[in-house]
C-alpha cells in the first residue's frame, strides 16, 4: 500500500520545539519533492517548507522562514521538519506531501499530525 507515515506531532509550550518525521511506504522519497503543508480549521491548507527530490534546495513560507528546517536524510528515506521557537499561531495539523518530479502529476498525501502549541 502507497502511503505517508508521518510522526512527532503534539502538545508543546510557547517557544519550544519538535520534530516531525515523513517517511513512504511502498515507493521511495528518490524522485519526490516532498513539501510539508499545515491547515487550521476552516482555514486554506498553507505550504510551509518544500524540500528537492535530491535534497539540495529548499523553500520556506515567510510565516515560518528562521525557526523552521526542512531536511532530508536519503539513508533513512525520511523527510524532517524540525520547528523551533513554537508559537501559538503554528498550532495546526500539518501534512507530508511527495510530488513525483517526474509526472508532476502523482503525488501523495500523509494522514496529518496535530501540533499545539499553548501554556
Known amino acids: 500500500q502507497v502511503q505517508l507515515v508521518e510522526s512527532g506531532g503534539g502538545l508543546v509550550q510557547p517557544g519550544g520545539s519538535l520534530r516531525l518525521s515523513c517517511t513512504p511506504s511502498?515507493?521511495?522519497?528518490?524522485?519526490?519533492?516532498v513539501s510539508w503543508y499545515r491547515q487550521v480549521l476552516r482555514k486554506e491548507r498553507e505550504l510551509i517548507a518544500t524540500i528537492t527530490s535530491r535534497g539540495d534546495s529548499t523553500t520556506y513560507a515567510d510565516s515560518v522562514k528562521g525557526r523552521f528546517t526542512i531536511s532530508k536524510d536519503n539513508g533513512k528515506d525520511t523527510v524532517y521538519l524540525q520547528m523551533n521557537n513554537l508559537q501559538p499561531d503554528d498550532t495546526a495539523v500539518y501534512y507530508c506531501?511527495?510530488?513525483?518530479?517526474?509526472?508532476?502529476?502523482?503525488?501523495?498525501w500523509g494522514q496529518g499530525t496535530q501540533v499545539t502549541v499553548s501554556s
Open positions: 506531501n511527495a510530488l513525483s518530479v517526474a509526472t508532476i502529476t502523482t503525488e501523495y
Open positions: 511502498g515507493f521511495s522519497f528518490d524522485s519526490y519533492a
